[in-house]
């Protein structure tokens, strides 16, 4: 078991002809995921690393029955990507691609409304059942199938601490990474949500940061239900300075008036087993799981 | 993108927003001759910086005269401001906005963003504004309540109503204002639009006594006035410099040079850094588009401040920034650099002891270590003068 996605998943590429859509395509086929579809309007017909190309996602999904979407669509037609997704019905889709405009993603969040689709990102690394199915654009080389759940707002600290979780035996039942912009798909919350229900997944790891209010909203969802499983979370940026942007988009001051300590706080109240910082993870899901 | 507050009253006001009338002025003479173009009993004179917090700063003065205008200006043209929201280095006033000072009878806090729940507009508005809200909300969220204005139309309307008379405003004047910021909001793609404050005057008008306006670089695609209107990406000079090639750096106070891709991994580091009694020079991250060369500038920046003494070099090579792409960047940078001060690297996920080894045959003067733990003790001690 896993969330999301598994050895089940039949992956379409939305932008599968481009030089991203090829590269990221060709490396979750090594690692054995089942990727069936390209979409290119203009191309359909074709086929591009020996998978047959559609004109749209509609047929695509048509023809080779996929369940999920990798979007690695150019910014500019991003929103317009996942909303066709969106519309065909598939139930996972990932998007990759950066600086996708804010008011755009607006848009796809009143379409995904009454949906059943799960939007993962965009600005994500995208998600990953170890062993199974790769969707996005993370390293898989330290990742191991087991039973550490992961949600995460940042690519490059989820490789750091995953890596770190490996070599300490703690494999990953799936990780989720939820973006870093601020509207976007799934959130913490919907991971744990899915985590909670999965039996094969022991111990959930958050990994969030300053800004936005994804780590406010898993504490309070965290104390309105009985969890069951450890959760362990790092809270990134305690040090930076306020009411600057780091990078990341998710800090505007409307929205980012709660600092890493606030939001450290909350989590602790709720449970959440906070790590101390980004290399103490590993034994606080050690010591969780004793 | 941050737009000046005399751009963002002049965009408002297009959309039929009230704001007192003002000039632009970038010396003294022209600020003092600008009164004649006002009309009031009393002027303000406001520094023209992209950052919030000026009041608290001394960045808007009020004056009686045009001479005492002049005299204002003088003071603030060339001057720096420190405040909250600019960082260390503060922001040199280039130009000041002259303006009639109006008699207000109330004065209140509203912005516009999107809901990152639904999507739709939603406006936050209090009754606390003025130049303490942002401390006030901080202490106190509930400071700030928030309604959705998913369209504009009577239910709206109605709801709008409802919920201006919870924070205090009585009046149906008060709607029409709102409505146009809404459509500015969504017409040029901000991702905020604060008010603050959004007051009455003593005759009934409601106005933009200050304004901020962000738009969505993102978006600049579709807009080209969006140069045009923006005074400045809110970036210093080799902020915007290093997004050019690819990476996000903010300026900070320390000595220790701190290159990592990714902001999670980069927030991560730095907090390491500060918790091991260091400081960082600088908050980096490499985005996944960047080159070697483009890293290698990102390199340069920080070589050439003299108060870098060590680097630390964290890298978690991923799907496409891999770390031979980073070390190679590193490498080209202190070949031709005049100041080589020493790094320790810690590159760890994809090709890794590649990296490594072209750090080693470059002859960067580099100490690699397995853990982020062990190179972040290394790399404040190296800072704090400890031994090569």
Same mark, same amino acid.
């Given at each position: 078991m896993a969330i999301l996605v598994d050895q089940r998943t039949r992956v379409l590429v939305q932008g599968a002809t481009g030089r991203a859509g090829t590269f990221y395509t060709d490396q979750a086929v090594r690692y054995g995921s089942t990727y069936v579809a390209g979409v290119r309007p203009g191309r359909g017909g074709t086929?591009?690393?020996?998978?047959?190309?559609?004109?749209?996602?509609?047929?695509a999904v048509e023809e080779t029955g996929a369940t999920a979407s990798l979007v690695v669509v150019p910014a500019p037609n991003a929103a317009d990507a996942m909303i066709e997704a969106i519309e065909a019905g598939l139930e996972t889709i990932v998007c990759v691609t950066e600086r996708v405009p804010m008011h755009d993603m607006a848009r796809v969040k009143r379409a995904l409304e009454g949906t059943q689709s799960v939007l993962i990102g965009p600005n994500s690394?995208?998600?990953?059942?170890?062993?199974?199915?790769?969707?996005?654009?993370?390293?898989?080389?330290?990742?191991?199938?087991?039973?550490?759940?992961?949600?995460?707002?940042?690519?490059?600290?989820?490789?750091?601490?995953?890596?770190?979780?490996?070599?300490?035996?703690?494999?990953?039942?799936?990780?989720?990474?939820?973006?870093?912009?601020?509207?976007?798909?799934?959130?913490?919350?919907?991971?744990?949500?899915?985590?909670?229900?999965?039996?094969?997944?022991?111990?959930?790891?958050?990994?969030?940061?300053?800004?936005?209010?994804?780590?406010?909203?898993?504490?309070?969802?965290?104390?309105?239900?009985?969890?069951?499983?450890?959760?362990?979370?790092?809270?990134?940026?305690?040090?930076a300075p306020q009411g600057r942007r780091m990078g990341h988009a998710g800090t505007l001051s409307v929205f980012g008036l709660e600092t890493a300590e606030q939001k450290v706080a909350k989590l602790r109240e709720a449970g959440v087993l906070v790590a101390k910082d980004a290399s103490d993870v590993v034994s606080t899901v050690l010591k969780a799981l004793k | 993108m941050l737009l000046s507050e005399y751009k963002s009253k002049e965009l408002l006001s297009q959309y039929g927003v009230g704001v007192p009338s003002g000039r632009i002025a970038r010396s003294?003479?022209?600020?003092?001759?600008?009164?004649?173009?006002?009309?009031?009993?009393?002027?303000v004179v406001k520094a023209q910086i992209a950052a919030g917090g000026r009041g608290l700063a001394g960045g808007i003065r009020f004056a009686a005269t045009p001479s005492s205008v002049g005299?204002?200006?003088?003071?603030?043209?060339?001057?720096?401001? @420190?405040?909250?929201?600019?960082?260390?280095?503060?922001?040199?006033?280039? !130009?000041?906005?002259?303006?009639? $000072? *109006? &008699?207000?009878?109330?004065?209140?806090?509203?912005?516009?963003?999107?809901?990152?729940?639904?999507?739709?507009?939603?406006?936050l508005a209090s009754a606390q504004g003025g130049v303490e809200f942002e401390q006030r909300a901080r202490m106190d969220s509930d400071v700030v309540r928030t309604l959705l204005l998913p369209d504009d139309d009577q239910d709206t309307r109605k709801a709008l109503a409802d919920f201006l008379a919870g924070i205090g405003i009585d009046d149906d004047a008060a709607l029409?204002?709102?409505?146009?910021?809404?459509?500015?909001?969504?017409?040029?793609?901000?991702?905020?639009?604060? @008010?603050?404050?959004?007051?009455?005057?003593?005759?009934?008008?409601?106005? !933009?006594?200050?304004?901020?306006? $962000? *738009? &969505?670089?993102?978006?600049?695609?579709?807009?080209?006035?969006?140069?045009?209107?923006?005074?400045?990406?809110?970036?210093?000079?080799?902020?915007?410099?290093?997004?050019?090639?690819?990476?996000?750096?903010?300026?900070?106070?320390?000595?220790?040079?701190?290159?990592?891709?990714?902001?999670?991994?980069?927030l991560a580091t730095n907090d390491m850094v500060v918790d091991a009694g260091g400081r960082p020079a600088n908050f980096m991250d490499i985005r996944t588009t960047a080159t070697s060369f483009d890293i290698a500038r990102g390199i340069d920046i920080l070589l050439a401040e003299p108060e870098v003494t060590a680097i630390l070099l964290n890298v978690h090579g991923g799907g496409m920034t891999v770390c031979d792409t980073v070390a190679e960047g590193v490498a080209f940078a202190y070949s031709r650099a005049k100041r080589k001060p020493p790094v320790v690297a810690r590159l760890a996920g994809q090709n890794a002891p590649w990296g490594h080894q072209i750090l080693k045959d470059r002859q960067v003067p580099v100490e690699a270590f397995g853990t982020m733990r062990e190179?972040?003790?290394?790399?404040?001690?190296?800072?704090?003068?400890?031994?090569?």
């Open positions: 086929k591009h690393l020996g998978i047959p190309v559609f004109h749209s996602v509609k047929e690394q995208g998600i990953l059942t170890p062993g199974q199915c790769k969707i996005g654009v993370m390293p898989t080389k330290d990742a191991k199938p087991g039973r550490i759940g992961i949600a995460s707002r940042s690519a490059s600290l989820t490789s750091e601490i995953l890596a770190n979780c490996s070599a300490a035996d703690l494999g990953q039942s799936t990780t989720v990474g939820i973006g870093g912009d601020t509207i976007h798909g799934i959130g913490f919350v919907g991971c744990l949500e899915r985590f909670k229900d999965d039996p094969e997944t022991e111990a959930v790891v958050l990994i969030g940061e300053i800004g936005g209010r994804e780590e406010e909203k898993a504490a309070e969802y965290l104390s309105s239900v009985t969890y069951g499983k450890p959760v362990i979370g790092l809270v990134a940026g305690r040090h | 003294p003479e022209e600020a003092e001759a600008s009164c004649g173009a006002i009309e009031t009993r009393k002027f005299e204002e200006a003088r003071r603030l043209l060339g001057s720096k401001l @420190v405040t909250e929201q600019t960082g260390p280095a503060g922001e040199t006033v280039g !130009a000041v906005y002259v303006e009639a $000072a *109006l &008699d207000l009878k109330a004065q209140y806090f509203v912005a516009l963003a999107l809901d990152p729940e639904t999507g739709f507009p939603m406006l029409d204002p709102i409505f146009y910021l809404r459509s500015a909001f969504l017409d040029n793609e901000m991702t905020l639009l604060e @008010v603050n404050p959004f007051a009455v005057t003593r005759d009934g008008k409601w106005m !933009a006594i200050d304004a901020k306006i $962000a *738009l &969505d670089a993102n978006a600049a695609f579709r807009h080209p006035e969006f140069e045009s209107l923006a005074a400045d990406s809110g970036l210093s000079q080799t902020e915007s410099e290093a997004q050019k090639s690819n990476i996000n750096f903010v300026r900070l106070n320390g000595n220790i040079g701190v290159v990592v891709n990714g902001a999670g991994l980069g190179a972040v003790a290394r790399v404040v001690e190296l800072a704090q003068g400890g031994k090569r």
